[in-house]
């Protein structure tokens, strides 16, 4: 793990877009489901569980991703019905900036890559950080959170390390304290609602000098966090950045999950796949594979800055013309029913892990 260091945080203005305060839109029936990923008690074993043996499990994680039997298709031009007005929240320090432009594509440190275990399993997806009032709060898919094959309501171990590259945690590895997502990805596994927000705790670093655990602070302070983006039109170009590691359907291993990947390129709607009851995904094009999973769709994303309006989170992939090589990605459609679950998330505190003499244990935190 590199030593932490603490670096400014971008900025970029909501111009384009439509803005909103954080009041949710009008909810017919039960949209949101939250359930406990770590008490303080567990997290510090979490860390331990991921960081002994010099990383080696983060090395051994496969690539996760949500089973479809066929490749999921675009079966005809349309546009999603909206459940509201057009909205979006700012970045972090993107309150009251201007826009700046760029050409190069710098990437965004606000994006890494999740961690968990399944049973015995060792499991890999992606994730970025997003604004929230603690700035302590990470937007990732549903299937990288909540355990879909054994049905025992969350995954294990869960935590997520920003900016991953070969194995280091440059600014700390971050515990998932409580997960929020639709209820309708929880109860029937409905990938149209495929996403989750995460709060975690402050973020631990190793101390090199003394030998002891370092409280790094809240995620957001640390590398930023994304704006977020709902009830769009589809169509407006957006960066999609994560982690693919699985190989193509040939067999070839372009990807190592071991750095930051993008695509670039123009939404499609609808893209549809029964077995997972997709029926209004936005699509892509891009060769990403298993372990992207949950990486943001970014719109308005300015290089400069590295930051953005998240609008989307990789959910499904596939080959779409049967060459052996993976050629698009899907992502749930963001509405309000989205924002909803987002703002259930947005104002809870997390708190540190790090006690004063640099072990791992519960220390004090703000009530919730």
């Known amino acids: 793990m590199k030593k932490h260091v603490l670096l400014p945080i971008g900025a970029i203005a909501a111009a384009g877009l439509a803005a909103t305060a954080l009041t949710a839109p009008a909810q017919a029936g039960r949209v949101l489901t939250s359930t406990k990923l770590a008490g303080p008690a567990q997290a510090g074993s979490t860390v331990k569980f991921w960081l002994d043996g010099g990383g080696s499990k983060l090395k ?18 349309g546009a999603p019905a909206a459940d509201g007005k057009p909205g979006i929240v700012p970045a972090i320090g993107d309150e009251k900036k201007t826009t700046a432009k760029s050409k190069n594509v710098n990437l965004p440190k606000t994006v890494g890559r999740v961690f968990f275990s399944i049973g015995s399993g060792l499991y890999s997806c992606s ?81 090199y000098q003394k030998n002891v655990y370092k409280d790094l602070g809240p995620l957001g302070n640390n590398v930023g966090g994304q704006g977020l983006a709902y009830n769009q039109k589809v169509g407006a170009p957006v960066f999609v950045f994560g982690y693919p590691a699985a190989p193509h359907g040939d067999g070839n291993y372009v990807w190592t999950g071991e750095k930051l990947k993008w695509c670039y390129g123009k939404p499609y709607f609808p893209v549809k796949e029964a077995s997972v009851k997709a029926e209004e995904q936005v699509g892509l094009k891009c060769s990403m594979t298993g372990g992207s999973s949950g990486g943001p769709w970014i719109l308005k ?35 309000g029913e989205t924002y909803g679950v987002y703002k259930a998330a947005y104002s809870l505190w997390s708190g540190s892990l790090v006690r004063k003499d640099g072990t791992l244990g519960i220390t004090e935190a703000k009530s919730e």
């Not at 051994?60 to 031009?77: I, L, Q, R």
């Not at 990789?314 to 698009?328: V, Y």
């Open 60 to 77: 051994a994680a496969d690539p996760y991703g949500m089973e479809h039997n066929t490749v999921p298709k675009h079966v005809s031009k």
């Open 127 to 207: 994730a970025s950080s997003v604004q929230s009032a603690y700035h302590n709060l990470v937007a990732t898919a549903g299937h990288c959170v909540y355990d879909i094959e054994s049905n025992h309501q969350v995954v294990d171990n869960w935590v997520f390390i920003p900016g991953y590259y070969d194995g280091k945690a440059p600014w700390g590895v971050y515990v998932g304290k409580q997960a929020f997502t639709h209820y309708d990805f929880d109860v029937y596994e409905d990938a149209d609602r495929d996403y989750s927000f995460v709060t975690v705790y402050s973020g631990i670093g190793w101390d």
């Open 301 to 335: 994303y300015s290089s400069a800055r590295r930051l953005g309006y998240i609008n989307g989170v990789t959910s499904l992939g596939g080959d779409t013309d049967d060459n052996g090589r993976s050629d698009m990605i899907s992502s749930p459609y963001f509405d």
